[in-house]
């Protein structure tokens, strides 16, 4: 009778190397052959471990196809321990044990042999007509009459593996439900608890989703056993996705409508959802995998899987990174009203104050100085837009800091004439304005030369003790407008482009107002980029077809440029097709978008609704008691230069430059206060229009 090759080959093996296994520790105590079978004896005690760590079955052929491994390495260390062959040549019976239990037994042959290869020599039988399947009862699992549900459910669950090492008892399927059931599984050796069985396993096993699993603790019944050797198991596929269809979860609509690959917020998953019922705003906090860079969120899109419109104002998105906050308001906030308070407008101690409330809801500040001194103001907004009102919370701010403020307007306004009365000065005209700006370049000066109490001079800072002069804030109502004035626009221009240049540092704030910054409507580059860096803008209801001009004047790259506001806030009111059907007018829109527009600090503007202050009551609780001037020093400087005296008279001899009689005098009193200053006269011969014209005559009727 032949041999297999492999059972030949393996006894040899063990017949050649029993005798170095008994002889080499004797022999020679420190011989790598020692070492070698040590190390053997290890790799076999780290496969007895995996294979009893594991869920797979034929745990037990493994242990048996390491057992020589291990048990050479034991009568090596055996042998190494005993004096001399030990006692009655223990070494040697035990080198010679351990091969005959290996040729006995052949674990390793027996092992690959698990298969039964037909014997060598043995014809191959004819081939056989195939017959039909018939379904086989399992060795595991005997037959004990179970419908063939449950039949087909065990057969399944044992090619893949028996995950848990565990045994169908029952399987259920649910009513109109074809792919789900429910499982009593019990583990597959009697008296051990179910260790190994997990979601992922199950859902392995049946192809389904992880979130699809359910695993349960059976409790005892009567002519059942519970406990740690059974578990309930639920496969709800179809549920589930008829669940998550009707009534999804947060989590699950969001991956479905927002999350998915074309989604409004592509690859995003949410975090949270955050509901705050006294602000009645909904806060969606998701985040979107670093692989994919920044956000892109289409607000269109948004909006829509939101049920609400972009242009609605109840939407408003806040990019933190790879983070996005998602605020839907019940109602938008840039249709409320925030009423101004003095608290609110008072500055703190970086000189920071409300001016509103952001479209997320966060306050929006603005400030009276910066770590470079003096702030100015930039205010941008048309006929009806909330300028005034804006220009109101500012001078309030300034005059809540202490600081002395002067107010002049092109032409005459109502609400700009009540906030004058809580400046130190206020006026009306192009030459009003003219004068302003004459006295803060000469103010400039002044205080460049004025010593602090410590004996020097120092660039203002509201910081450093001893300063003997007020921050001073100059207001510039439609600036645009008397910049094009004929006779005085372009010294009024220079003077101004001064003022933005060097005011700062002696406490010397410009605040501009006016419906346009763009260089061609009478802006110099220089103004405009002076303003735009030692302030924070304010541009308030621009119309659409102008926004990417105006942010792109204040140095908004396009990739921040905001979409245009709503025309209106007020919600579109249901029933239109009633209404229509009727003949009945729509409902007039709420066109109350005052004071609503964004706020440019840094280089993403914000969209903002601004405080309101109702100049149809006194607006004492918005001032304080006493109104800040200059100082005296100031003053008597200012008189010097014949630059104070009551502003709203009409020019004055010599103010101007020498008299037509009296060129040829050189009295420094009549030879004009501009040149006293340093700034150019207004130029009397630029004429070229009807206007300019008319007002060189008035002005000559004058004189």
Avoid at 448 to 468: E, F, I, Q, S
Avoid at 570 to 577: K, M, N, Q
Wanted: proline share 8%; aromatic share 8%.
């Amino acid at each position: 009778m032949s041999v297999p090759r492999s059972v030949a080959l393996e006894r040899t093996l063990y017949t050649l190397a029993a005798p170095v296994l008994a002889a080499a520790p004797n022999l020679h105590p420190d011989s790598p052959v020692n070492a070698v079978v040590q190390l053997a004896g290890v790799a076999g005690v780290g496969g007895w471990f995996l294979a009893c760590k594991s869920d797979q079955l034929g745990a037990g052929r493994k242990i048996l196809r390491w057992a020589p491994l291990v048990l050479a390495a034991a009568v090596d260390v055996a042998a190494g321990h005993t004096s001399g062959w030990g006692p009655w040549g223990l070494d040697a019976l035990l080198a010679g044990g351990w091969a005959a239990a290996g040729m006995l037994v052949l674990p390793f042959s027996r092992h690959t042999r698990a298969h039964h290869r037909p014997a060598l020599a043995t014809p191959l039988p004819d081939p056989l007509e195939l017959e039909p399947f018939v379904e086989q009862e399992s060795a595991w699992q005997p037959d004990d009459g179970a419908d063939a549900f449950t039949r087909s459910v065990r057969q399944l669950w044992e090619n893949r593996g028996m995950p848990g090492r565990t045994l169908v008892i029952s399987a259920t399927p649910h009513e109109g439900m074809p792919n789900d059931l429910e499982m009593v599984l019990r583990a597959s050796e009697p008296g051990r608890p179910i260790t190994g069985l997990t979601v992922e396993g199950v859902a392995a096993a049946f192809g389904v989703d992880v979130s699809d699993v359910q695993i349960r603790e059976v409790a005892r019944q009567y002519g059942r056993e519970g406990g740690p050797g059974w578990k309930e198991v639920h496969v709800t596929p179809d549920r589930n996705e008829w669940r998550r269809t009707k009534t999804p979860t947060t989590q699950e609509w969001w991956a479905d409508r927002i999350g998915c690959e074309n989604g409004p917020v592509a690859a995003s998953v949410l975090l949270k959802k955050v509901r705050d019922a006294e602000r009645e705003v909904t806060h969606y906090i998701a985040r979107v995998p670093d692989e994919r860079g920044e956000p892109q969120v289409n607000l269109d899109a948004l909006a829509a899987a939101l049920a609400t419109k972009y242009d609605e104002g109840r939407l408003f998105v806040t990019r933190d990174g790879a983070d996005v906050l998602v605020s839907l308001w019940d109602a938008s906030p840039l249709a409320r009203t925030f009423p101004a308070s003095r608290e609110l407008l008072t500055p703190d101690a970086d000189g920071r104050w409300v001016t509103g409330y952001l479209g997320n809801g966060q306050p929006a500040r603005n400030r009276v100085y910066t770590d470079r001194g003096a702030a100015h103001g930039l205010f941008v907004a048309p006929s009806g837009g909330g300028k005034t009102q804006l220009m109101g919370l500012h001078v309030a701010a300034d005059a809540l800091f202490g600081a002395v403020v002067w107010l002049a307007a092109e032409a005459p306004d109502e609400k700009a004439a009540k906030l004058g009365a809580y400046t130190d000065r206020y006026g009306i005209g192009a030459l009003y304005m003219l004068r302003l700006l004459r006295a803060l370049n000469a103010l400039m000066e002044i205080r460049g030369a004025m010593v602090w109490d410590d004996g020097l001079v120092h660039d203002w800072n509201p910081t450093l003790p001893g300063c003997p002069y007020r921050m001073l804030s100059a207001y510039l109502d439609e600036f645009l407008s008397a910049a094009r004035h004929g006779l005085y626009g372009t010294e009024i221009m220079d003077l101004a482009e001064t003022v933005s240049v060097k005011g700062r540092k002696y406490g010397v704030g410009l605040k501009v107002a006016g419906q346009s910054i763009y260089v061609q409507d009478g802006f110099t580059q220089l103004l405009c980029e002076n303003l735009r860096e030692n302030c924070i803008p304010v541009v308030l209801k621009v119309a659409p077809k102008k926004i990417s001009d105006m942010f792109k004047a204040l140095g908004i790259p396009p990739e921040n440029t905001p979409g245009p506001l709503p025309r209106s806030f007020s919600p579109e009111e249901a029933g239109r097709i009633a209404r229509v059907m009727r003949g009945e007018p729509e409902p007039p829109a709420s066109s109350d978008t005052g004071g609503a527009g964004w706020i440019v600090e840094a280089k993403h503007p914000e969209v903002l609704r601004t405080l309101y202050m109702n100049f149809n009551k006194s607006l004492d609780d918005y001032f304080p008691d006493i109104t800040a001037t200059l100082s005296d020093h100031e003053i008597r400087e200012l008189k010097t230069r014949d630059l104070w005296f009551d502003w709203t008279l009409p020019p004055q001899p010599g103010e101007f430059g020498p008299e037509p009689d009296d060129e040829d005098e050189e009295s420094p009193k009549r030879s004009g206060r501009r040149a006293k200053t340093g700034a150019p006269a207004a130029r009397r011969d630029t004429v070229s229009s009807p206007r300019q014209a008319l007002e060189a005559l008035k002005h000559l009727s004058r004189t």
